[in-house]
């Protein structure tokens, strides 16, 4: 529901990734654009981390993308940070 929710935010590349090796668990990955207009990766996570609730996100990648590794997410929290994710990256 992350992808879903971000797909179509222009700058923004996201992807589902799931492998033997980096992601064992369905991992939602946001990459910047050289379109991207908004807020680097760095400001984005602490805009999450300080948020009620507060939600906390991976790094992921050397160009400075955001990992959601849902593993200690439950049933109704991927809506919440896919929710918070939209309002602080422009796309809802």
């Known amino acids: 529901s992350v992808v879903d929710a971000l797909i179509e935010v222009p700058g923004l590349k996201v992807t589902l990734e799931h492998d033997d090796y980096d992601y064992l668990i369905p991992t939602a990955l946001m ?8 807020q680097s990766r760095d400001p984005v996570l602490e805009s999450m981390a300080e948020g009620d609730p507060p939600i906390f996100l991976g790094t992921a990648g050397p160009e400075g993308g955001i990992a959601v590794v849902p593993v200690n997410l439950r049933d ?4 919440i940070v896919a929710e918070r994710l939209r309002g602080i990256l422009g796309g809802g």
């Open 31 to 38: 990459t910047f654009t050289k379109e991207w207009k908004g």
């Open 76 to 79: 109704g929290e991927a809506e």
